[in-house]
């Protein structure tokens, strides 16, 4: 006696299961959001800074008067001397510290979540009022530095170029840190453990497993935020404004605040507008840079499409 077998749908094989790239009408919502915030302003920008503008009445065409500006400005140059300085030093102080408590945060300790808590609390305030908090923190009158002269001397800390940049570093660590070591967190947590066992039965500790497991599985994502760091720390803007002004002169005037002083303080829109394309050229041009010399381009995922 023979039996048959159930009629019915039958599941495909592997070899029958084809995965595709979804269709373009998936990324249009996308593409329609991106062109019409970001692609048409950067576009109305470069028009508008070949012209004339003091924000009222219609702006004049000038051709490429503010880009020769531009160039014998020496507060522009050094504009952006500082705004490269005060971005390496981000990345420099950022990605150590942002990785260790990344990497810790994603570990097994009892008092892992409580502490991550503390740590992650600075990404939930605004950049204005963190800028404000250690504004009043930093008063060389009534803060911190005003109570140990022994250690702050006259205690005006924004009263000269080498303090107000390390304030403004510091601040800038103790504000963006938990974001990247959230990043960091992620991308430690899905590292394989088997790699771990492996090493511990070879006999690796843990500075050992570190680096030669840890920190290599880490590289992508370390691009990943450095590029996120090169790019805030060339547009950032609040911290300075309220900090130091720019200040003490402009010592402390980077880039984006010199756009803002020209836009609205000086009412100069076709200036600023010309400001605004270079440090947006500057932002793409290194992160260009950094991902074709990292490699990072050429990652590719096994399961692309799935």
């Not at 408590?101 to 992650?120: E, Y």
């Not at 570190?210 to 994502?221: C, D, E, G, S, Y």
Request: charged share 10%.
């Amino acid at each position: 006696m023979t039996t048959r077998a159930p009629q019915g749908r039958t599941r495909p094989g592997a070899a029958d299961l084809q995965v595709g790239r979804p269709g373009v009408v998936w990324a249009l919502p996308a593409a329609l959001f991106f062109g019409l915030f970001a692609l048409l302003p950067m576009v109305l920008v470069l028009v508008l800074s070949f012209t004339q503008w003091s924000g009222l009445g219609s702006p004049e065409f000038v051709g490429t008067e503010n880009w020769s500006r531009l160039l014998d400005d020496p507060v522009m140059l050094k504009s952006i001397g500082l705004s490269l300085v005060l971005t390496a030093l981000g990345v420099v102080t950022q990605t150590p510290v942002a990785m260790l408590l990344g990497v810790w945060a994603a570990g097994h300790q009892w008092n892992r979540a409580v502490l991550s808590a503390i740590f992650f609390v600075p990404l939930l305030l605004s950049a204005a009022a963190v800028s404000v908090l250690w504004r009043a923190v930093l008063d060389p009158n009534f803060g911190v530095p005003a109570q140990m002269e022994w250690l702050f001397g006259d205690g005006n800390l924004f009263g000269n170029q080498s303090t107000a940049i390390a304030v403004l570093v510091f601040v800038s660590l103790w504000q963006f840190t938990p974001l990247h070591a959230l990043i960091y967190q992620g991308a430690a947590k899905a590292v394989p453990p088997m790699l771990y066992e492996a090493a511990e039965i070879d006999g690796a500790g843990r500075v050992r497993s570190f680096f030669a497991i840890t920190l290599p599985q880490l590289r992508n994502t370390m691009i990943t935020s450095v590029i996120l760091m090169v790019v805030g720390g060339l547009t950032t803007f609040d911290t300075v404004l309220i900090l130091t002004n720019g200040g003490p002169g402009t010592d402390t005037t980077i880039t984006a605040f010199y756009m803002y002083q020209k836009a609205f303080r000086g009412f100069d829109f076709g200036l600023a507008s010309a400001i605004a394309v270079v440090l947006v050229v500057a932002a793409t041009a290194i992160s260009l840079v950094m991902v074709r010399l990292s490699g990072y381009d050429k990652m590719r995922s096994e399961l692309e499409g799935v």
